[in-house]
């Protein structure tokens, strides 16, 4: 899974990313600190296969893991030169989804580029740049099948297809809010644009330390972008990036005693793969035994063969069944011979639905 962090100057990005990643961005009070995209892989904390490691005495435990990328921030006019203009677009067009930090609190020591503290506004700023970003891409890809349409029944329909796009944009409207219907044709076309407004968007409302407790709901910033990421169909999670940064450095059981003295429950990373995994329909499938211990991410409704080829596409092209147990009842059983024995573990073909938390062991012959 791969995430592209964006938002105005001075919002949190940066240092949001250094505690997640602990990468190490340059983060400074003054916009544009982040000039080149800074990439950081995450491991997803996962306690079940760091159980299943130590019944099997595994020699290496494999997580699953989140591509976070952070983009320098953007500014009214972005799309058109101003600021860092546009050059960050391509670093995003990839990522399944987008992490958008607002700035939901006060401090006159941080300057805001726009002078004041509305974080509607700089959601929408950011969109309408992502927006004319679009645009371009359409207009591009409308030349270029403007000359082909009066040959081909495709190319035709495809450039009504972008023309009513465009205007859609043109109005102010997200890709992703764009009505396709059923035909296979308008789907391909709209996958093929990859465009940054189709994407779904989980926002980071970065709150001072003192709001992290009540998970925001007595910020006021906070019920404005619950307000509108509702109506938005978006994912909405608080954070403190300063509180991140102070629990980056630390070890896990200081980092557990620290959090409970803040009266939290989990971290902002925790929150935000759960925010993730929710938002993407994801979920993840385990593989056992001594040599590795390992999660796989898939999207829930998975069935067997295109879980095995997650590992490798022969597991998928030469599929013949898998064999599945539970974690719970793998780690109560001791072992897979145990659970065998108790019938916990059985045989499914390719029609099996993955389940979350399911241990495979797949059969397969090319």
Not at 11 to 35: E, M, R, Y
Not at 48 to 62: A, F
Not at 212 to 239: H, L, T
Not at 320 to 330: G, P, Q, S, T, W
Request: charge should be negative.
């Amino acid at each position: 899974m791969k995430l592209g962090i964006v938002g105005l100057p001075n919002v949190g990005k940066s240092t949001l990313f250094n505690s997640l990643t602990k990468a190490g961005a340059q983060a400074a009070n003054f916009p544009f600190c982040t000039i080149d995209p800074n990439i950081g892989v995450v491991p997803v904390p996962d306690e079940r296969i760091e159980l299943l490691g130590k019944m099997y005495n595994t020699k290496k435990v494999t997580p699953a893991s989140i591509e976070f990328v952070d983009i320098a921030g953007l500014v009214k006019g972005a799309s058109k030169g101003e600021g860092l203009g546009n050059q960050f677009l391509a670093n995003i067009r990839e990522v399944d989804a987008i992490v958008h930090v607002v700035r939901c609190f006060d401090n006159d020591n941080i300057i805001h580029v726009d002078g004041s503290i509305d974080p509607v506004r700089d959601i929408e700023t950011i969109n309408l740049e992502l927006i004319f970003a679009d645009m371009e891409v359409l207009e591009r890809r409308i030349a270029k099948v403007q000359r082909a349409a009066n040959n081909d029944k495709k190319y035709a329909k495809e450039k009504d297809f972008a023309q009513k796009l465009y205007s859609f944009l043109e109005a102010g409207n997200l890709a992703k809010n764009f009505e396709i219907g059923d035909d296979d044709d308008e789907k391909e076309f709209f996958e093929s644009y990859n465009l940054l407004t189709a994407k779904p968007v989980i926002y980071a409302a970065n709150v001072a330390e003192d709001d992290c407790a009540d998970d925001g709901n007595s910020n006021e910033y906070v019920k404005k972008v619950r307000e509108f990421a509702k109506k938005d169909g978006s994912e909405v999670f608080v954070i403190s990036a300063q509180i991140e940064q102070e629990i980056a450095e630390m070890d896990d059981d200081e980092k557990q005693m620290f959090l409970e003295e803040l009266g939290l429950k989990e971290s902002g990373l925790d929150k935000l793969i759960a925010a993730s995994y929710k938002l993407l329909g994801l979920m993840s499938f385990l593989t056992a035994g001594e040599d590795e211990c390992r999660a796989w991410t898939i999207k829930i409704g998975t069935k067997a063969p295109q879980a095995a080829g997650k590992i490798h596409t022969d597991f998928e092209r030469g599929f013949i069944r898998a064999e599945v147990v539970n974690y719970k009842d793998l780690l109560e059983c001791g072992s897979l011979a145990a659970a065998r024995e108790k019938a916990l573990a059985r045989v499914e073909g390719k029609d099996y639905v993955v389940k979350d938390g399911d241990v495979m062991l797949f059969r397969f012959n090319v």
